[in-house]
């Protein structure tokens, strides 16, 4: 993306709506979305087309909550009172001093917008030497978008909220994305000739746009294709078709970017902040949430589950799969192998080891070639402390074992199956920790006397 030439280029971001088509406990720019909170997708695309210290408009109730989070990166003021997407630009022009620049405008609910279109954006409106400029798109259900108004002469003409639109105005598939850009100094004056007359009794930012073209200036039109890049996020529907639009668009750049094998991408979530390396197949019904890195040639899924607050590490030709379930702190060496109903949490295993099936392994540190038998657990956390299990190379753990921790089990050592295990155990021994069997001949004869016993051939 080149750099854009000789403007300095100021940008307005509005999150202070009250978010009430949410339906939520909190506001919406705030929700996690693809891995990081909704405003954040905005505030990175606006970094990387070039254009720093954003003015990030918020309401009271966020403003500590926001500024502690991005005042190294935006400057965060308050609308006192959500009264419409024109008093929030006012409020965020309090941050703007130089009025000979140009402002982008956006909103904060819509994250998908990338810093290609807004790079592109900025361009056409510059070279067209537009007062204004508005970003467009024809979509098919033009829904609760405002519906572009044009002039015989096909020009900007205004923006009609749906509310205030007549029939034959809904009608008009050319929508209004909520991303601007104005000479800042036109921007303050048509800022000033608002009012609430309208259907919401809310100042419209929409309306600056056709005050400057009465007052014979230019408005310049951008029209991209399709709804995705500037799908704005008023509902919990609106959430949802925007969270596979981000995860399809992310799964797709794993396939083509990375050569990742995906073979069900309708039934996989894998979110940005996960990379992965080539020819890893991932399989259907896969889940992977946060810091995850996975090598190459690896297979994880079907029923995969990833996530945790700390980072998840799988080297190269790894297996996973199916039915597993890796938390934080979660590291496979090379060709480790997890099985059906195997979760970790906090567990290194180094290479060539195995969880196959049915364990807990939580706080442990496992060596290489190590086997893991079905239905072993690790009992690490006594109600206060969580403690440790190592487990060292070439070790041969039986099927049932519970692994009472702190403990280790030193290399080339064998647990027999079924023990519980409370203290460590020396190189190349064999524990065996359960109650010895004891067999009581024709005990089931005696019990029931009238029981006679099966001679015939088996
Ligand atoms: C707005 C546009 C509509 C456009 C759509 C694109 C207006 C009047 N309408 O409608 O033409 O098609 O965006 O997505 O602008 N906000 C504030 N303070 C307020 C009100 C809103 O900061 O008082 C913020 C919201 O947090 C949000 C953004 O402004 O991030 C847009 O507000 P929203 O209520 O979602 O506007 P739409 O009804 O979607
Ligand atoms: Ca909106």
């Known amino acids: 993306m080149e750099k854009i030439q000789n403007s300095v280029i100021r940008c307005i971001i509005l999150a202070a709506g009250l978010s009430k088509r949410m339906k939520s406990y909190q506001t919406k720019i705030r929700m996690p979305f693809f891995g990081k909170p909704m405003i954040e997708h905005i505030l990175e695309a606006v970094s990387r087309a070039g254009i720093e210290q954003p003015v990030l408009v918020v309401s009271p109730g966020d403003f500590a909550a926001l500024e502690a989070l991005y005042q190294d990166r935006a400057k965060v003021v308050v609308q006192q009172a959500p009264l419409g997407t024109g008093d929030a630009v006012k409020a965020g022009l309090t941050a703007i001093t130089d009025l000979q620049t140009d402002c982008l405008i956006l909103c904060g609910d819509t994250p998908l917008l990338t810093s290609q279109t807004l790079h592109d954006f900025i361009q056409t409106c510059l070279s067209s030497r537009a007062s204004a400029g508005v970003l467009t798109t024809n979509i098919d259900h033009p829904g609760h978008y405002g519906r572009i108004i044009r002039g015989p002469d096909q020009q900007f003409h205004s923006i009609v ?148 607050n700390k980072p998840i590490q799988i080297q190269d030709s790894a297996m996973v799969g199916p039915f597993s379930s890796l938390r934080g702190g979660t590291e496979l060496e090379e060709d480790v192998h997890i099985g059906t109903f195997v979760e970790l949490k906090m567990t290194k295993i180094k290479s060539k080891s195995k969880a196959m099936h049915l364990s807990y392994l939580g706080d442990a540190l496992i060596g290489n070639r190590v086997n893991i038998g079905a239905g072993t657990i690790t009992c690490n956390y006594d109600g206060k402390k969580k403690h440790l299990t190592r487990i060292e190379d070439d070790v041969f753990i039986g099927s049932d074992t519970i692994m009472v921790a702190p403990l280790t089990i030193h290399d080339h050592a064998y647990v027999a199956a079924g023990s519980t295990l409370t203290e460590d155990v020396p190189a190349y021994a064999l524990a065996l920790g359960r109650a010895r069997q004891i067999n009581k001949p024709e005990w089931s004869l005696q019990k029931s006397p009238l029981r006679e016993k099966d001679t015939s051939q088996k």
């Open 161 to 308: 909220e749906y509310k205030d639109a007549t029939d034959a105005q809904r009608d008009i598939h050319e929508i209004n994305s909520g991303v601007y850009f104005f000479h800042t100094g036109l921007l303050r004056e048509a800022l000033q000739n608002l009012s609430t007359d309208n259907q919401a009794k809310e100042y419209y930012f929409t309306d600056t746009l056709s005050y400057l073209r009465q007052k014979g200036h230019l408005v310049h039109t951008y029209r991209i294709n399709g709804e995705e890049e500037i799908l704005g996020i008023n509902t919990k529907i609106d959430f949802a078709r925007a969270l596979q639009m981000a995860n399809r668009r992310y799964l797709e750049q794993l396939m083509s970017e990375q050569g990742v094998v995906i073979l069900d991408p309708a039934n996989t979530y894998i979110e940005s902040t996960v990379h992965i390396g080539k020819d890893t197949i991932i399989k259907p019904f896969t889940y992977l949430e946060g810091q995850i890195s996975i090598g190459e040639r690896c297979q994880i899924g079907p029923f995969v589950c990833m996530r945790g």
